[in-house]
Structures are given as structure tokens and as C-alpha cells.
């Protein structure tokens, strides 16, 4: 079907080409597919026009022998509408298909801009890890996560915002990556006679260990890792199998200071990865689509019937 819609497509911008925008190939060709197979569907002038971008978007398509040509429909036609950039396009297209991602998880990985976060926490893992796991595992984090589903109005502490990331865990695996299965919320680890309590506790299928994430709202600071370090050897002693890999820490701040970050992960045996958080998807997105939207306080003030804002 693809390879279908893909000559046709062709044809389209070649005739389009020859004989100008004005001659309305397009609108021709959907009304004499109706007339002459009224039962036929999908030759509307709208989808007529997607055919055509997919073969600009694709000149060499009888060839690829990618994710492209293995994706439905649908998804070609959110990696058209929404991305100009082919790399970027091929980027997504593999995702997508070596994730298993649906038609809206794709629109919501292009909208939050993963190919700009994937594997770029601040990490240790290629002095902690073999060089074989370090790569994925490093793919496997990003920063800054998007938590746009989490409302943050009055959430002052990291409890209550750890009790937002839970109610809605399935957008928070979503955002979290292939892989990663919920283990437990404030987990108990009991050393010796005192008990802690681990923020979140996941295991990841595909890198084979445990991730002990920890959650806070201030800006990040080098004592956070001794207190998850701990956690860590704690869940290596009492919860990981014998084939199970050493367990990685991901340290989830507001905000830090990449220097900061990376000059205190030094030293550090166990695999950490540190990155930001953030709840709203306007600064994720590029700034002339930003401007364009309205701020937190500027809905609220809508919604409240308030116009002093």
C-alpha cells in the first residue's frame, strides 16, 4: 500500500510540476477515481496531497528498506505533518516502530521533542558500566523529562508530587521509556535496624537491573547522591537476582548545574544518571511557538473569571 501510495504521490509532483499548481491535478485525479470507482476509498484530495508530500518527503522510497516503509499509513502521515527535517523524520520512524509506539504516542514524543532529550542526562555510566550496556543505558535516560500531565498548583514538597507521577503512571512509563516496569512507591529497604524508604523503585526489562529514582523540587546538589547511592547498594543486596545487572540511579532534580553535576558523579562506582524535570510543555516547545501561548497565571485568571492579570 505504501509503495501504492508512494508512485502515485510521485506522479502527482511530476505532473504538478509539469503543468503548474493551478491546473489542480490533484482535485482531478480524486474526482475521476470517484467517478470511475465509487466504492473506492482513500483518493481524497486530502489524502491525494499527503501521497505526494510522502514522495517528496521520500524520493528514494522504492529502495528504503527502513522503518518508513514498514510503519502504517497513519504514522507517515504524523511524521509529514509534523517534522520537515528527513533525519528528524527517520529518527521518530525508528522509534516509533522499534518501540511499538500507536499513532497518538508518536504525536506526543514529536510535540514534547524526545530527539532532543534522548541521552542527554548527566551520567556516569561509561566509567561504570561495560561499554556494551553504557550506550543503551545511556539512550535509555534523557533530560529534561516532561511531566506535562502533573499539575504542580500547590504541590510543595516532593511527596505530593511523587503522588501525581503515581496516579498517572501510565503516561509517567510512558515518559520514562521502553522498558521500565513499576515496581513500588516509597519502597522500604531495611538495613540493619533502621528503615528507608526509596522514592521509586523500577526494574528495566531491557537493561536487566533495578532504577531507583529519586524526586526532588529544589535545584540539585551533591549530597543527593550519598542518599541514593545508599539506596542502590541496598536494592542490589536485598532485591536483584544473581543475573541481574547492578542497579541504576536516576536522580530527578528542578534544575542543576551540568558542571556541578558531572564534576560530582566523579568517583562514584554505581551507575548514576541525573537530569531535570519539568511539568509544562511551553518550554519544551521552540520559542516563536511559546510566545504564542498563554502562562500558567494567565489560564488560571481566565478560568477564575479574574482579568487583573
Known sequence: MLLSYWSIGNQLAKRE???????KVVTRLSADVRSAFPETRGFSPRNLRYMKSFAEAWPEFPMLQQAVATLPWGHNVVLID?????????????????DGWSRNVLVHQIETRLHER??????????????????????????????????????RNEREFEGQLVLHVEKFLLELGQGFAFVGRQFRLTIGEDEFFADLLFYNF????FVVVELKATSFKPEYLGQINMYMSAVDDLLAQADDQPTIGLLLCKTKNNVVAEYSLRGFSKPIGIAEWESEIVKSLPKEFASTLPSISELEAELSGDTSE
Not at 510540476?17 to 491546473?23: D, F, H, I, P
Not at 548527566?122 to 506535562?148: I, W
Not at 531491557?206 to 537491573?209: I, N, Q, S, V
Open 17 to 23: 510540476s509539469e503543468q503548474g499548481w493551478g491546473s
Open 82 to 98: 509534523k517534522l520537515e527535517d528527513q533525519g528528524t523524520r527517520l529518527w521518530y520512524a525508528e522509534r516509533a516502530l522499534a
Open 118 to 155: 534522548s541521552g542527554k542526562a548527566v551520567t556516569n555510566f561509561s566509567t561504570t558500566m561495560p561499554p556494551e550496556d553504557s550506550d543503551l543505558a545511556q539512550q535509555s535516560f534523557k533530560d529534561p523529562y516532561v511531566f506535562d500531565f502533573v499539575s504542580t498548583a500547590g504541590k
Open 206 to 209: 531491557r537493561l536487566r537491573c
